[in-house]
């Protein structure tokens, strides 16, 4: 049972490439979810998507876009990066009902340089 | 909207000392709250959630309960081990199938 897997773990980018990062869940889970995490910050939400076809901004979306492809998949694309988007970035999922218990991704680290 | 305030660390004690980690928070409703656990290098992990006012959540000898008067959640242990060293986030889940908030993350350091 792999629970929420992301890729890759590590990246390292140039100003102004673009890369995409995937995530998957194999629980089922009709909710899935993209925080960043910065020193001092917690994590903020950039995208969510409560349901297959669904999706929202979260708390800081600029710079970001997302795609549910399907109800496994939910992936997270930097168009253009910037220094700004260095961060550790967490894909998480919940079957969708408040109180349920959110899954983790054990994380990616981005570098922009 | 929905937000949660957790004390700032960092928090350093010693082994066996008793923790205490504040957490309240602001919502509408009757949200469900959670503490999660992230360990050097690895994501978070849930530790322990109450669904609703006077709950109390229990696990790995951690527990906090649920104050409905007074909006709190606070994460105590009796007796603290070098292994409980990690961030620990306060979070909350409003009605319906809103998102996640969490607080900004309390360091703990526990040296023996």
């Known amino acids: 049972n792999a629970g929420v897997t992301q890729t890759p773990k590590f990246q390292v980018l140039k100003t102004g490439q673009s890369m995409t990062l995937q995530c998957a869940q194999d629980m089922n889970h009709n909710s899935m979810y993209w925080y960043r995490q910065d020193p001092g910050m917690g994590l903020r939400l950039i995208y969510y998507s409560a349901s297959e076809g669904t999706t929202d901004k979260g708390e800081v979306p600029n710079g970001y876009n997302v795609s549910r492809l399907n109800k496994r998949e939910f992936s997270l694309r930097l168009e253009s990066a910037a220094p700004s988007q260095t961060s550790v970035y967490f894909c998480?999922?919940?079957?969708?009902?408040?109180?349920?218990?959110?899954?983790f991704g054990e994380g990616s680290w981005l570098t922009v340089v | 909207g929905n937000s949660v305030t957790q004390m700032e660390g960092p928090v350093t004690l010693s082994e066996e000392a008793f923790l205490t980690i504040n957490c309240t928070y602001t919502?509408?409703?009757?949200?469900?709250l959670f503490w999660y656990v992230q360990y050097p290098g690895e994501g978070l992990q849930l530790l322990l959630k109450?669904?609703?006012?006077?709950d109390k959540g229990s696990n790995k000898g951690f527990e906090a309960t649920y104050r409905k008067e007074t909006t709190s959640f606070h994460l105590e242990k009796g007796s603290v081990q070098v292994s409980d060293s990690a961030v620990y986030f306060c979070?909350?889940?409003?009605?319906?199938?809103?998102?996640?908030?969490f607080g900004k993350g309390t360091r703990l350091s526990v040296i023996a």
């Open positions: 979070a909350l889940v409003g009605s319906g199938n809103t998102p996640l908030v």
């Open positions: 919502a509408t409703g009757y949200p469900s």
């Open positions: 998480a999922s919940r079957p969708g009902q408040a109180g349920n218990t959110i899954y």
């Open positions: 109450a669904t609703k006012a006077d």
